[in-house]
């Protein structure tokens, strides 16, 4: 638990140095922001700190974790995404999913800004100690951050059964979050 306080707080440290902004007295290098980049700077760096809430259950005992996504791809191939989970349980509390999703857009067309998708998908599992495979469903939003048609940020729900190479019960787990992504339309 410790060291998952500490490397969420180093993040932060990290990401405030890199997005402060520079301050000087002369005028004349100050740049000029307007209010459509600044609110895609705003949502770029608000996904990429989301962190999402996910419910883990395994061999009939439920957890609570919190989970980080980051998906990169082009349409209609598909996109890889790495998940990373820490689990609040005293054995096994990290988790990485790899997976490769296929994205069906449920309205309109590919180019719209924004549109709602439904993600089936496949990858690996691992926490360190056990291994696995799990097949997965994302229902969500792919929205433009207005920065860049190919950067996006994807609020979802997702819905995710893990099948373990050891025989042992697998897990099932459910998260509701934002994950970032690059994602050539």
Request: aromatic fraction near 16%; hydrophobic fraction near 40%; charged fraction near 15%.
């Amino acid at each position: 638990m410790i060291k998952f306080i500490c490397i969420l707080f180093l993040s932060f440290l990290v990401t405030a140095s890199l997005f402060s902004q520079y301050n000087s007295h002369d005028k004349s290098i100050l740049r000029k922001s307007s209010s459509s980049s600044d609110a895609g700077n705003t949502l770029i760096l608000g996904s990429i700190l989301a962190i999402s809430p996910t419910i883990v259950i395994e061999d009939g005992k439920t957890g609570f974790g919190l989970s980080k996504e980051l998906s990169a791809g082009r349409f209609p191939f598909g996109r890889a995404e790495l998940d990373y989970t820490y689990v609040f349980r005293r054995e096994r509390s990290n988790m990485i999913n790899l997976s490769y999703n296929f994205d069906f857009p449920l309205n309109g067309n590919f180019k719209d800004p924004s549109l709602f998708m439904i993600s089936p998908g496949a990858g690996y599992y691992t926490d360190f100690t056990r291994k696995g495979f799990f097949t997965q469903l994302a229902i969500g939003l792919f929205a433009s951050t207005g920065f860049s048609d190919a950067i996006s940020i994807h609020p979802n729900i997702k819905f995710r059964k893990t099948f373990m190479n050891d025989n042992q019960p697998g897990i099932f787990s459910i998260s509701l979050g934002v994950g970032f992504g690059f994602y050539s339309r």
